[in-house]
């Protein structure tokens, strides 16, 4: 299990527009994911990403018709 208990995932803005990049900051869950690794989310609960100790993220859905988009970059944060 990975030692990292908050994560920073950006995701790419809007195509096609000069949106900027979002940043969502997620957390360690109790929860384990479909591939046996941590399961982080956000202060919502909406964004739900398993992170493997190697930084490869799975995101998860949290409710139904959701698609979600893969962040480009997952950043380890320090210790709160």
């Known amino acids: 299990m ?6 920073a995932l950006t995701f790419p803005g809007t195509p096609g527009t000069q949106a900027p990049q979002d940043v969502v900051i997620v957390s360690w869950t109790s929860a384990t994911g479909p591939g046996g690794h941590p399961v982080y989310e956000d202060a919502s609960g909406i ?3 398993e992170i493997s100790d190697s930084g490869e993220v799975r995101m998860l859905a949290s409710g139904g018709h959701q698609s979600p988009h893969l962040p480009v ?8």
């Open 2 to 7: 990975s030692d990292e208990k908050r994560y």
């Open 47 to 49: 964004v739900r990403a």
């Open 73 to 80: 970059h997952a950043e380890p944060l320090p210790q709160a």
